[in-house]
């Protein structure tokens, strides 16, 4: 179409139309390369036609001050990379504002705006940009190889194609990048579709976005991976869907660290486990004052799971709702997830189906939870908090625990399977449901400190328990709860069974009420000391 090459300067290319069509590829409506400075792209209809690689505008190789601005621009090809707009090596302060940008090819790695290598201080303002392809791996804006400081603001992106379509994409030291205001779509046939990406990229702000991503599963509103540390997620709607499950609001996996997640909205949806937000083997990151909603039309929602030796995370001042039919939780932390603060959160599951927990930690350690406020609901097993499978050293302090359910087994703290030396302190715990609810629930547990803590209890049917240790739970202390049961027959305030041996029961108030007979302040059957 149009090159301006080598020492040009100050040149305007403007209110034109430009058409290239070849047979084969590398076809270019505008081309800028090698040490210029200060062109202006502005007013042109650009349509490039070829088989692979068609470029609309075409900035490169020590260029720079250029604008381009207010041009519509459409690239097609038979196969693939097809790109709008494409700034490569060494391209410095390039204003890129109010294009029209529609970019398509027959196959896959088609982008509306592309930076590679040493690509800097760009401004991407106030842009549509539409790229898709019969096939997967389309862009809208794709940023790639040590570009740093570029500002993509006011935009609305759509990327669409089969699998793998990416609204916004930061790769490889593609650092210190403002991503704001922007309305990001991406939909696909198949799966896997994200509307921003980053990876092996730091230090950058993702904030105040509209989010959109849809397709059939592993849809991600936001993901940070393998090394992508430093970064700001803030304000931003997200809203992932998909006709099958593993849909995430965000998610940070591989060595993630030091991340900020906060004030963002969130829903995830689809069939089974879609989670809100979660953090995979990736450290120090603090989220906080998000609002996030969970769920699908299976089970397994978590509405933010920290997973896989992911250490020294913050949770706190969250509101969550996790639903579905069973086994939906408010914050899961598994596989080592240790050391972690789970604080002030508002925290709410209601399940068709049961087993909905409000916070679960299963095999991970040294974790606090306190001063939340914890809601669960279901057909019955659902407890507000529990810690599980060698999940040991943990905090349960001043939370505020409702367990509810249409049916029998609800927990308000339920501690399980090996879990040692946790402390259940200076809690308010509401169990209720038909029969067998339990305020605090022990079972093959050892060493655990439940102290102070207010303990309501009840059914509408009979064997409701305050605090039951069961199973092989040794040396664990019960001293100075306030305990209150009630049902029909058979509720006790403290309840000791099956070698439920070596235990404190020290200077508790217990009430124990019935409608009918057999009721007990505290009872031990097979344990002993």
Request: proline letters at 0%.
């Amino acid at each position: 179409g149009i090159q301006i090459a080598t020492r040009s300067y100050t040149n305007r290319v403007e209110n034109n139309t430009i058409r290239t069509v070849g047979s084969g590829a590398n076809d270019f409506g505008v081309n800028i390369i090698g040490n210029t400075a200060g062109n202006n792209v502005t007013g042109n209809t650009i349509s490039t036609n070829g088989t692979t690689a068609n470029y609309g505008i075409v900035v490169q190789t020590d260029a720079s001050r250029t604008t381009i601005n207010s041009n519509n621009v459409t690239t097609v090809g038979s196969t693939t990379s097809n790109f709008g707009i494409y700034l490569v090596s060494r391209v410095n302060g390039t204003n890129i504002t109010n294009n029209v940008i529609n970019t398509s090819g027959i196959s896959s790695s088609n982008h509306g705006i592309r930076f590679d290598t040493s690509v800097n201080d760009t401004l991407v303002l106030n842009n549509s940009v539409f790229s898709g392809g019969s096939a997967g791996s389309n862009y809208g804006v794709y940023m790639v190889t040590k570009s740093f400081r570029n500002n993509l603001t006011h935009n609305r992106v759509l990327s669409r194609g089969t699998n793998d379509n990416y609204g916004i994409f930061l790769q490889n030291n593609a650092d210190f990048s403002t991503v704001e205001y922007n309305n990001v779509t991406t939909n696909g046939t198949t799966t896997t579709n994200t509307g921003i990406f980053a990876t092996i990229s730091t230090q950058n702000n993702i904030t105040n976005n509209i989010v959109a991503t849809n397709g059939t599963s592993a849809n991600h509103g936001i993901s940070l991976q393998t090394d992508s540390n430093t970064t700001t997620v803030s304000g931003n709607t997200i809203t992932t869907t998909g006709s099958s499950s593993a849909n995430y609001g965000i998610y940070l996996i591989t060595r993630v660290t030091s991340n900020n997640l906060t004030n963002n909205v969130i829903n995830t949806s689809g069939t089974a486990n879609d989670h809100g937000i979660t953090i995979d083997g990736s450290n120090e990151t603090i989220v906080l004052n998000n609002s996030i909603n969970c769920g699908g039309s299976t089970s397994n929602h978590y509405c933010i799971n920290t997973a896989t030796r992911s250490f020294r995370n913050n949770l706190t001042h969250n509101r969550i709702s996790a639903v579905g039919t069973d086994t939906n939780i408010g914050i899961y932390l598994i596989t080592n997830a240790n050391f972690n603060t789970v604080e002030y959160n508002n925290v709410t599951t209601n399940g068709t189906g049961s087993a909905d927990a409000g916070i679960r930690s299963q095999t991970s350690s040294n974790n606090n939870i306190t001063n939340n406020i914890i809601f669960t609901n279901g057909s019955a097993a659902s407890p507000g908090v529990q810690v599980d499978i060698d999940s040991n050293v943990t905090v349960v302090d001043q939370n505020n625990i409702t367990a509810g359910g249409r049916g029998a087994d609800n927990y308000g703290v339920y501690i399980v399977t090996r879990a040692t030396s946790n402390n259940v302190t200076n809690n308010v715990i509401n169990a209720s449901g038909t029969n067998s609810n339990f305020g605090v629930r022990i079972t093959t547990s050892n060493e655990t400190i439940v102290l102070n803590n207010t303990i309501r209890n009840g059914g509408s049917a009979n064997d409701n328990y305050g605090v039951y240790m069961v199973t092989k739970s040794f040396r664990n202390n019960i001293t100075q709860n306030r305990i209150f049961t009630g049902g029909t027959a058979n509720n006790y305030g403290v309840y000791l069974i099956n070698n439920g041996d070596f235990n404190t029961v020290d200077r508790n108030n217990i009430s124990a009420n019935g409608s009918t007979s057999a009721n007990v302040g505290i009872r031990q059957q097979t344990a002993m000391q």
